[in-house]
């Protein structure tokens, strides 16, 4: 639970979302992620940090650069959280309408 919840406070940043649903395009560097967010390159490393930290994003080196991209596993893992939710909700729904089909049969 704590590794969702890591994710989901890194996400309330809404820089940090925007970096998350850019890097959703396709691998990365820290440089192209600044030049299309309006903060500092050193905001987006401090923002890539906590992403990774939250599990959510992974980096490589090529070079002198590092490449970030999302962490599928960290996203998986959010994924199911989410999903227990949503499974959750349809089952409650299904025992409604079956319970109200009976009553008015």
Known sequence: ??????GFT????????????RLAQG????????????????????????LKDAGLVID???GTRRIY????????ALRAYLDRFWSQ????????IEQQQEEVT
């Open 27 to 50: 691998p990365t560097a820290v440089g192209e992620l600044a030049r299309e967010l309006p903060v500092s390159r050193p905001a987006v490393s401090q923002h890539l940090k906590v």
């Open 10 to 21: 890194a996400l309330a940043d809404p820089t940090r979302r925007a970096i998350f649903e």
């Open 1 to 6: 639970m704590a590794y969702q919840s890591n």
């Open 69 to 76: 991209q999302l962490d599928p596993d960290g996203v998986g």
């Open 89 to 96: 909700s349809l089952a409650a729904f299904k025992a409604a």
């Open 60 to 62: 490589r080196h090529a």
